[in-house]
C-alpha cells in the first residue's frame, strides 16, 4: 500500500508537487504522467525514501517513511522496494550475474545464486548470466535492471521512465515484464513517464501538471 497525506515540496521558491491525500492499494498499479519539469520523477524519489517532502507524511507497506533516519530508510529500501530507472545503473565492467550479486550484497541479502538465476530466467536474460553489461542490448540491458529490482522480492515497484529510451517492441516487452513481476509478487507498482505510448495499459493514470 501507498499513502500520500499532505505532501507538499518545492525547489527554492518554485512549488512542484502538492497532492493532498492518495491511496494506492495493495497490488495495484498507478500510472503517473508527466513533461519535464512537471515533478514525476521528484515524486518518485520521494516515495523511494531518496529525497524527504517538505511537508506531509508518505505511508509505504503500513510504515510512515517520513519518520525513517537515513539508514533506516536503506534498510526498509532494501527489504521492501525494488527500483527501475530510464538509465539501468549496471556497472558496465562486472557480467550481470556480478552485478546481481553486487546487488545482494549492497541490499544487506545473503548471497543466492539460486534466486538469481529465477530472477534472470522470470524477465528471460538467463542465458545471458555471464555476458559483460556492455555487451548487452538496451532492451536486455533493461530486463536485467527490473530482475535487480525483484531480488528482494519487493512489495512496492517503483519505475521512472522505464521505457522512454526504447523502441516500440522492447517498450511493450518491458512493460509486460513490470506489470507480471508485481502481479507475482502482489507489489504495489508505481511508474512515472512521459511516454504515452504505455497509457493504454493502465487503468488508474494521473497527469501531473
Same mark, same amino acid.
Given at each position: 500500500m501507498i499513502e500520500i497525506k499532505r505532501l507538499k515540496f518545492s525547489y527554492g521558491e518554485t512549488p512542484i508537487l502538492n497532492i493532498d491525500e492518495l491511496l494506492i492499494p495493495y497490488g495495484e498499479d498507478c500510472l503517473f504522467l508527466g513533461n519535464s519539469g512537471s515533478g514525476k520523477t521528484t515524486l518518485l524519489h520521494i516515495l523511494a525514501g531518496l529525497i524527504k517532502p517538505m511537508e506531509g507524511e508518505v *505511508? +509505504?507497506? =503500513? =510504515? !510512515? *517513511? /517520513? !519518520? +525513517?533516519? /537515513?539508514? =533506516?530508510?536503506?534498510d526498509f529500501r532494501g527489504r521492501n522496494i525494488g527500483l527501475i530507472f530510464q538509465k539501468h545503473h549496471l556497472v558496465h565492467a562486472l557480467s550481470v550475474i556480478e552485478n546481481l550479486l553486487l546487488a545482494q550484497y549492497l541490499g544487506g541479502l545473503p548471497k543466492d545464486l539460486n534466486r538469481i538465476y529465477q530472477a534472470l530466467d522470470d524477465v528471460n536474460v538467463l542465458h545471458r548470466k555471464k555476458a559483460k553489461v556492455y555487451e548487452l542490448s538496451q532492451g536486455e540491458a533493461q530486463r536485467v535492471s527490473i530482475a535487480r529490482a525483484m531480488l528482494n522480492k519487493p512489495k512496492i515497484i517503483l519505475a521512472d521512465e522505464p521505457t522512454s529510451s526504447l523502441d516500440d517492441e522492447n517498450c511493450e516487452r518491458v512493460i509486460e515484464l513490470l506489470q507480471y513481476q508485481a502481479e507475482k509478487y502482489d507489489a504495489t507498482m508505481v511508474i512515472t513517464t512521459h511516454d504515452q505510448r504505455i497509457k493504454k495499459r493502465f487503468e488508474n493514470s494521473i497527469t501531473l501538471r
Open positions: *505511508i +509505504l507497506a =503500513e =510504515e !510512515n *517513511i /517520513t !519518520n +525513517l533516519k /537515513t539508514h =533506516e530508510m536503506d
